[in-house]
């Protein structure tokens, strides 16, 4: 009985959690994606070691360490403190922005030259070219890598749990504490993972079909660059849902 | 801004008793990775679908599924029919299990790249299987991956303080017991700028070494 309400009151809410977070910090990610990526690009010398220093910091940086520093570290260092969940996709957010903006950069500088020339000599401003030509291009490229980090994403929720956030892996830990029985709560919040994982790579795959016909491309065409940089991951366009490339 | 460099003196012992945790659980953690990862990789390939059907099923369940919530589940689960561990071994078999399922698919990547040619001339030699493997496939696949495998490595290192959430005490473990104790948080930055000061040079290496292989083949 008493698991019985522990479920109800902690673990389907947690449920909710873990999608509220993922989409905050996945909000994040692509706006730092963005910004840091385009930046990576600028003809500014002085820009592009400040955007390579912040992706080479956040890259190097473990979520989990960052997460505690968030927590811990900085209301004593600058005396204000944190809400747990916003520090946990703060944390997120930029982690997963770092490893986001190389995919950027990647992919805009897989846009071919000639078509940055013909914005130049149709007089288009920088930001002109960025929104009217070189990202609509570039954005089909992106999707794959970016769905591959957006599961890494959701994976990486779960280590909210570990600052208080009472996300649905937090809620399993009380289940498990309360009614003393871990395979079933720990084998559903695996599951629940996994259906998660597979509706977002669906939701992905649709939103690469928009944006390939977007750019009047019906077939899924890649560029060799965009290969390149990805090796592995699920360019290879057998596998139904291949991640990884976090590390990259 | 409070910064005590005395707490960071005392902190220093249990920082190198973590940082020797963090990297026996790295380079354990990386070898079943890479030796577990093969099999996974050269099981998708296998000539029969019951081999290749329940393997692939794993590998992406595996990766698709939280780290932590799978460290959970080999430290509170197994034990009840299994052997129970320690927290640093099931740590290890954690990292080391999660990661192979990436490898795999960086071996498969490489293996997809050695030519058709060469598995018809291990054929046309009528090399036996094993040796076509030994001697021809994997040298040529392997060599090309090791980049890419390197990366894994790295991003191992940054999902390691996953596993002092289950007890055991490698650098953030450490870093969690000392402020506990103390009540100090000095600690946790020492323990963000060794990430940083491990993983930046290593990056650099991998780096080199993927100008390196690609200049040679």
Sequence with gaps: MMTEGMFDNYFLP???????????????AAVVAFTVGTLRTSRLWIVRFLAGTYFEI???????????????????????????????????GLTYGAYGSEVVRGALAAVPEGQREA????????????????????LPEMIPPFNNLLIELLKG?????????????????LVRLGSNESAPIYTLLLVLYFALAFTLTRGMRVIERKANANVGRPQQRRGLLAKLSLRESANEGSGALTTGGAAK | ????????????????DGVLVTLQALVLGSLIA??????????QRAPFAWVRWPVTALTEFVRNTPLLVQLFFLYYVVPEWGPSMSALTTGIIGLGLHYSTYTAEVYRAGIDGVPVGQWEAATALSLPRVRTWVAVILPQAIRRVVPALGNYVIAMLKDSPMIAVIGAMEMLGEAENFSNT????????????????????????????????????
């Design chain 1, 14 to 28: 947690g449920i909710w959690i873990t999608i509220q977070v993922t989409l905050y910090s996945a909000v994040l």
């Design chain 1, 58 to 92: 956040f890259r190097g940086m473990s979520s989990l360490v960052l997460m505690f520093w968030l927590v811990f570290s900085l209301p004593l260092l600058l005396e204000w403190r944190l809400v747990p969940m916003f520090a946990g996709v703060l944390a997120l």
């Design chain 1, 119 to 138: 914005g130049v000599a149709l007089s288009f401003t920088r930001w002109q070219r960025l929104r009217r030509i070189e990202i609509p291009q570039a």
């Design chain 1, 157 to 173: 929720t779960a280590l909210v749990s570990v600052i208080t956030v009472a996300d649905m892996t937090y809620a399993g830990n």
């Design chain 2, 1 to 16: 801004m409070n910064w005590d460099w005395e707490i960071v003196n005392d902190f220093m012992p249990s920082f190198w």
């Design chain 2, 34 to 43: 890479f030796g577990l990862g093969l099999v996974w990789a050269m099981a």
């Design chain 2, 182 to 217: 103390t009540f100090t948080t000095e600690a946790y930055t020492i323990v963000g700028i060794a990430f940083l000061v491990i993983a930046y040079p290593a990056s650099l290496l991998i780096r080199v070494l993927e100008r390196r292989l690609a200049l040679t083949s």
